[in-house]
């Protein structure tokens, strides 16, 4: 049994998935007859570790039996919660031995979303994961509302912030350039500064949200073209100099002499390579950070790294998800997507993004990005 067995053949009609993980033969063919009969299409596991394999294939629901002869059921479940891959499976346990209050507590807690024991009529069991597979459906559906509301709110407001942006920026030079052509500031020019800063803060929020309801609906698209990231990194390092500054975060960056050249789309790498330095700049607790590039092989690495506040290892997975932030005490501000966003545009230009931290150890991120692309954008 393969993981694309998961699949029904093309041209077959789309059906719910549900892998079915028992080691007795018999229990494991009436409940895959069951749920044939009940229109799934079922695969087949007999073992713990077999689950795992096929449950990377993303079944609809996972059919979990407690007992099996190298890893338990609530193991298996376990390891499908911590798995970022699988951590959203829908995972039923269903037990003829561990039918106590205590195992259903034990298993509910180690993440299953029910827990059902035997004997169950064939009609109560279909009727339970109709019910189960519905509570999924209107949870999405909820998703994709927000995020529907996300991408409108978001659109609607970027063309106003827009001309705000430009007219407060024009006012400010009409105030600070007297009738000879000099420059000088006065109290109208310190209250409008501050003014277009914070709006082009709110801008930048507002491009993100954005940029996330986009993913929410279809993949990144590229705009490809030959890129120097060397020179796309300097050109950050210099732009967030005042933002480093203002936090007291001494930001440097080894480059190499020569180009790093590379086929990806500018504005998205230069998005990615921003909301990396942003982070060091806001977790650096005023301790210097530091950008390197270098040609590993056939990628570029551009490692960002800082003496901050670190993350603990057991969030090292969570900060990559949209909407997270993980804080040691202290409020920051933020939506939670950059790092989410830096790893999606990452893993589109067939890239990884990664980091190795630890609390009160700063952090240090990689960025890998192959420098030879085979695959049609």
């Known amino acids: 049994m ?19 993980v028992n080691d007795d033969a018999a229990t494991l063919y009436l409940l895959s007859l069951t749920l044939k009969q009940g ?9 713990g ?39 959203d499976l829908l995972i039923a346990h269903l037990s003829s031995v561990s039918v106590r209050r205590e195992d259903r507590v034990k298993g509910l807690a180690q ?19 109709e019910a189960l597979l519905r509570l999924q459906a209107r949870a999405r559906d909820a998703v994709r509302a927000r995020d529907r509301f996300l991408h409108i709110a978001a659109h ?14 024009r006012a400010v030079q009409l105030v ?47 705009d490809v073209q030959t890129v120097d990231l060397s020179q796309l990194v300097r050109e950050q390092v210099e732009r967030l100099q005042p933002q480093a500054r203002s936090a007291r975060v001494t930001l440097g960056a080894d480059l190499p002499e020569a180009p790093v050249v590379l086929f990806g789309d500018a504005q998205r790498l230069s998005q990615a390579v921003s909301h990396l330095l942003t982070n060091a700049i806001k977790f650096g607790e005023g301790q210097p ?11 570029a690495v551009l ?33 939670g997507l950059g790092l989410y966003l830096a790893q999606a545009i990452a893993t589109a230009h067939d890239g990884t993004l990664s980091v190795k931290s630890a609390l009160g150890q700063g952090a240090r991120f990689e960025l890998r990005l192959p420098l030879h692309l085979t695959r049609r954008y």
Not at 39 to 47: D, L, R
Not at 58 to 66: F, G, I, N, T, Y
Not at 116 to 123: N, V, Y
Not at 195 to 213: E, Y
């Open 39 to 47: 229109g799934y299409h079922v695969i087949e596991a007999t073992c």
């Open 176 to 222: 600070v350039t007297d009738a000879d052509g000099l420059v000088s500031t006065g109290p109208v020019e310190k209250r409008l500064t501050p003014a277009v800063r914070q709006l082009t803060r709110l801008q930048n929020l507002v491009d993100s949200l954005l940029d996330v309801s986009r993913l929410s609906t279809r993949d990144m698209e590229l």
């Open 111 to 129: 993440g299953a979303d029910a827990y059902w024991t035997r004997p169950l009529a064939e009609d109560e069991l279909l009727a339970n994961i």
């Open 49 to 87: 570790q077999e689950a795992l394999t096929l449950a990377r294939g993303m079944p609809d629901l996972v059919l979990l039996d407690v007992h099996m002869p190298d890893i338990d059921g609530y193991e298996v479940c376990r390891r499908l919660r911590a798995d970022e891959g699988t951590r």
């Open 289 to 299: 950070a530091h950008a390197r590039l270098e040609k590993q092989g056939d990628h």
């Open 303 to 335: 490692t960002v790294e800082d003496q901050g506040v670190g993350i603990a290892p057991e969030d090292h997975a969570r900060i990559f998800r949209r909407f997270e932030r993980v804080t040691t005490g202290e409020r920051f501000d933020g939506l």
């Open 2 to 20: 393969t993981t694309s067995d998961l699949h029904p053949e093309s041209g077959a009609r789309s059906r719910t998935t549900v892998l079915n």
């Open 156 to 169: 609607e407001l970027k063309t106003p912030m827009t001309v705000l942006r430009l007219n407060l920026e």
